[in-house]
């Protein structure tokens, strides 16, 4: 069966010891890219001669070089507007995609033409490049699978959003129909538009992991969840931009459940880092919440701060019950690779 064209897009700021590892997995897939574009966001650290040794040996890679650092989000949606192969995939310059994550996605894609991307799992990555476990994304069918529009909404409103952005191959067409990555949602920008597409169009899913995605600290998402106020403004305006922008995608009390499983994000993440910015958090967060629930909320959370089990209990029983009662245990305990398949 013949694959269509495939583009990755490798945005790098800094990340000249990674690049090495991140490039070779793009390269050595079983079905390589069409094209492969590697954009520098005007690195100081030695990149560009890393990429530029890459290039000097493989014509398939296109080198965008910036000489003002643009962001992750510009970078990639200047790169977007070049693309015109049928599908693209975005690959970060300090994760790396499994060996055939390119071309078991594409068949996917060209089997079902009607979704609008297609995704899987994924590992964890140490900082040293060390598998370790699978992220909390959830496994929403047991072998690969198309969700028409229906059976995605289904399996939003019964316990959000399954997709992950670094596994993630989008169909250019239909991504280029919603327009561009919204730069102000920042880490946030992909998962919107992920789940945008899957109301729209429907989207293919592997039950398996494609991808691994390295914890790094001063990471772009890292640093945005460390700080509260910047994930309140980013909730706002991605309600705003679903209200306005998207009228109907979701409805009203979707869209209420929508910002109850943001909170209840953004609040799990405080509780457990030791509510480093309590005051701010209650007050923004919780203010919209009945008094019961802001006034002994983070007081149980305080408590049980030493069990992330307990505490995605205590949270999600308050502001997502649903999620709680169905995913909350599931998400917190993963399972090995090999039990993968019983898991789901």
């Given at each position: ?92 310059a300090d994760d790396k995609i499994m ?174 880092a030791g509510w480093p910015n309590e ?42 019950p649903l999620d709680a009662l169905r ?18």
């Open positions: 069966m013949s694959i269509s064209g495939i583009t990755v897009v490798l945005p790098n700021y800094n990340h000249a010891q990674f690049l090495p590892e991140a490039i070779d997995s793009v390269l050595n897939q079983s079905c390589p890219p069409t094209r492969f574009i590697v954009v520098d966001d005007a690195s100081t650290d030695g990149s560009l001669a890393v990429i530029d040794r890459y290039a000097s040996h493989d014509k398939r890679i296109n080198i965008v070089r910036h000489a003002v650092n643009q962001g992750v989000v510009r970078s990639t949606n200047d790169c977007l507007k070049s693309i015109n192969t049928e599908y693209v995939m975005f690959v970060a060996p055939d994550c390119l071309e078991s996605s594409a068949l996917l894609l060209d089997k079902h033409k009607e979704a609008a991307f297609a995704s899987g799992l994924s590992h964890w990555m140490t900082e040293q490049g060390e598998l370790s476990g699978l992220t909390d994304s959830r496994c929403v069918r047991q072998t690969p699978s198309f969700l028409p529009p229906s059976a995605a909404r289904d399996e939003y409103n019964r316990s959000g959003s399954w997709f992950m952005g670094n596994t993630t191959m989008y169909r250019t067409q239909m991504l280029c129909g919603v327009g561009r990555f919204p730069e102000q949602l920042g880490p946030y920008a992909d998962g919107f538009v992920s789940l945008v597409l899957a109301l729209r169009h429907g989207a293919c899913f592997q039950p398996r992991p494609l991808s691994a995605w390295r914890r790094l600290d001063g990471s772009f998402s890292a640093q945005t969840a460390r700080s509260p106020e910047k994930l309140v403004h980013i909730g706002e305006l991605a309600r705003e931009k679903f209200t306005l922008e998207f009228p109907g995608l979701l409805s009203t009390r979707e869209l209420r459940r929508w910002q109850r499983r943001w909170d209840y994000g953004l609040l799990l993440g405080q509780a457990q005051t701010f958090s209650t007050r923004q967060v919780l203010g919209k919440y009945t008094l019961g629930i802001r006034t002994t909320l983070p007081i149980l959370l305080g408590i049980f701060r030493h069990s992330q089990l307990l505490q995605k209990v205590l949270l999600g029983g308050a502001l997502v995913g909350a245990y599931r998400r917190t305990i993963r399972p090995d690779p090999p039990r993968l398949q019983r898991h789901c």
